[in-house]
């Protein structure tokens, strides 16, 4: 009898996945494959818990597969490499996001844009080239091909900076695309959480005037005291709203929730840009009238590719840009995630992977 997929590799693996759309995560057995060729296994030390893990976990995508082993923040050690492996050396400090493949051929794996290669895989709940799913680093070793690992920086912290690898490049790549990353101009950020604080830190390195825009009246000394933001807007308050129409070229709207665009496309000046990196469960309305009377953009974007992602982490070592976080233990992740879909965090969770993580 053929083994199960998560039995089908050599090397024997141990995390906390989910089972079904309850979400719950528990200890879980599965396999590694053998580090060979370009690959490199890590031991994991450290993995951020995204907000996508919450959505993953509990199918509320629509494509989950169980079990499913989230963690795309990965940050660890090299233990292992293939006998071609160039970049890394054993002991060498790596992280790993959101991707573990792609076809390598296309126009955009060829202009270093993995992140939009029609053969992408996911570091979890993908088919990887073998035919087995993909697990994430809720879990004490992952095996990848050298090309997809990061090298990180000297003396940059591996726990406060894992979150980075999604929540950095999810905001720091539109920035840069868009254009929003020169001095003097005036950025909004929609949402002070995981993505929303990092694009404050990284909106502020590149010079810009930053505004948070949150529904919530009590993050206002939190923005502009701890993050640094030049000013605050309560979404919810008319006159406030009224007062900052047309002064913004461009907000990152990092909302994974479903809401309303139009007042966020009023504050844009003629030519601003509105570019969501937050994914609501449901499609949201675009208002195209007032896009037309002010020649603005609305646009998306999803993390990065690698060498832009490895740019990323070196910019936030040499600008000292690191995530808010809140360390925790493996066997804390439930009640993380019920913290994580109440907004009850500042900013992001991280699963102390290496310290904790024992397996049964």
């Known amino acids: 009898m053929a083994s199960s997929p998560e039995l089908k590799h050599p090397v024997k693996s141990f995390a906390w996945a989910a089972r079904d759309k309850s979400g719950v995560l528990s200890p879980f057995n599965f396999s590694r494959r053998a580090t060979d ?23 509320e995508w629509g494509f989950t ?15 292992e490499v293939g006998r071609k492996v160039q970049k890394f050396n054993i002991g060498d400090k790596v992280g790993v996001g959101c991707l573990v493949g792609s076809c390598r051929n ?3 794996c060829a202009k270093d844009l993995e992140n939009y290669c029609p ?17 994430g680093g809720y879990s004490d070793i992952i095996v990848v091909d050298e090309h997809f690992a990061i090298r990180w920086p000297e003396n940059f912290p591996l726990d406060a900076g894992c979150p980075l690898l999604c929540a950095g490049i999810s905001t720091y790549s539109p920035l840069k695309y868009f254009e929003l990353n020169k001095p003097g101009i005036h950025i909004g950020v929609v949402g002070l959480g995981g993505l929303g604080h990092v694009a404050v830190k990284f909106a502020k390195a590149f010079g810009a005037k930053v505004t948070v825009i949150s529904t ?8 502009i005291e701890k993050l640094g933001a030049d000013s605050f807007l309560l979404s919810g308050d008319p006159e406030q709203m009224q007062a900052a129409v047309g002064t913004m070229d461009g907000i990152i709207d990092t909302v994974s929730a479903v809401h309303s665009i139009l007042p966020l496309i009023d504050l844009l000046a003629s030519d601003g840009k509105l570019i969501a990196v937050g994914i609501p469960e ?21 993390i990065g590719g690698l ?23 493996i066997d804390y992740v439930n009640t993380a995630m019920e913290r994580l879909a109440r907004g009850d965090v500042k900013y992001r969770f991280v699963i102390d992977v290496g310290n904790t993580l024992k397996s049964t």
């Not at 296994?41 to 959505?55: F, N, R």
């Not at 449901?282 to 999803?302: A, D, Y």
């Open 37 to 59: 060729g370009h690959d490199v296994q890590l031991k994991v030390l450290y993995c951020g818990i995204c907000h996508s893990d919450l959505h993953m976990i509990k199918n």
């Open 65 to 79: 597969e169980y079990p499913i082993v989230p963690g795309h923040e990965i940050a660890g050690v090299v233990t």
């Open 106 to 108: 296309c126009n955009k």
């Open 119 to 135: 053969a992408q895989i996911l570091t979890y709940g993908s088919p990887y080239t073998d035919g087995t799913p993909t697990y």
């Open 216 to 223: 919530s009246a009590g993050k206002k000394q939190e923005a």
């Open 282 to 302: 449901k499609p949201l309305e675009l208002p195209i009238s007032s896009l037309c009377m002010g020649r603005k953009i609305v646009g998306g974007s999803t």
């Open 307 to 329: 060498k832009e992602t490895q740019e990323m982490i070196d910019f936030a070592a040499k600008h000292n840009i690191l995530p808010d976080v809140e360390i925790v233990p």
